[in-house]
């Protein structure tokens, strides 16, 4: 099955600069990439995502980018800010096949203001 | 105007219980799934029912059990609980399977003591 790495665990950054969000994920046949952000206590929500026929996608103040040939993706959140604190998951999915997600073990994001 | 809720949001009981976590999704969505969190916040799908049908079913132990009455509910029965067994389930829904997005409901802490 599907094994996603994301690293690092915990970053902490200071407000206005940004933050990396490193993943890598095992099975070539994943093409399907979501990002989700956890508040302390909440939900995880969906933030952004991609496919594997984009190598790029942007979202205001976040980004994601996709090297299919390295198996590893990212994600990019620019001019941090206090409400950008938070767990981030990333996920990968064979969307042709089962559309299970496989998440990556999350990391607690600190924006110090 | 909820989207995705369960009940009840918090659970404490004692070990060799038999308990059930209730969901239900009002977004008119085909698919719906249970995932675990852990106390490390790791996320991992149990199980996944698209038209009341149960569609992915991982490596669960037979103590739980999902019911789903209509599209619109997913049910986890857990027998006999174990200490090993606290952890935040959330429920989610996608509007069909395949579909991307999942959202997730407010989770249900349980503890067991």
């Known amino acids: 099955g599907e094994n996603v790495e994301q690293h690092p665990s915990t970053l902490s950054v200071q407000e206005g600069d940004s933050a990396v969000i490193k993943c890598t994920y095992s099975?070539?046949?994943?093409?399907?990439f979501p990002w989700y952000k956890q508040e302390l206590g909440k939900r995880p929500q969906l933030i952004i995502d991609?496919?594997?026929?984009?190598g790029e996608k942007k979202d205001q103040r976040i980004a994601v980018t996709l090297n299919k040939t390295a198996k590893h993706f990212s994600l990019h959140i620019t001019e941090t800010q206090p409400e950008d604190s938070a767990v981030y998951f990333c996920?990968?999915?064979?969307?042709?096949?089962?559309?299970?997600?496989?998440f990556g073990a999350g990391t607690t994001v600190t924006v110090r203001a | 105007d909820t989207a995705v809720s369960q009940t009840p949001k918090y659970l404490v009981t004692q070990m060799g219980n038999d308990k059930s976590i209730k969901c239900e999704q009002n977004?008119?969505?085909?698919?719906m799934y249970w995932y675990k969190q852990d106390s490390k916040k790791f996320l991992k799908i149990m199980f996944s029912?698209?038209?009341?049908?149960?569609?992915i079913n991982e490596t669960v132990p037979n103590r739980f059990s999902p019911k789903s009455p209509d599209k619109a509910h997913l049910n986890l029965h857990i027998n006999s609980l174990e200490l090993g067994d606290s952890a935040v389930y959330f429920c989610?829904?996608?509007?069909?399977?395949?579909?991307?997005?999942?959202?997730f409901g407010p989770g249900t802490r349980l503890t067991v003591t």
């Open positions: 996920a990968a999915s064979n969307w042709s096949n089962d559309y299970k997600l496989s």
């Open positions: 989610a829904s996608s509007a069909r399977y395949g579909s991307s997005e999942q959202y």
């Open positions: 099975d070539s046949a994943s093409n399907y």
């Open positions: 991609i496919r594997s026929n984009v």
């Open positions: 977004l008119g969505h085909d698919t």
């Open positions: 029912y698209n038209n009341k049908e149960l569609i």
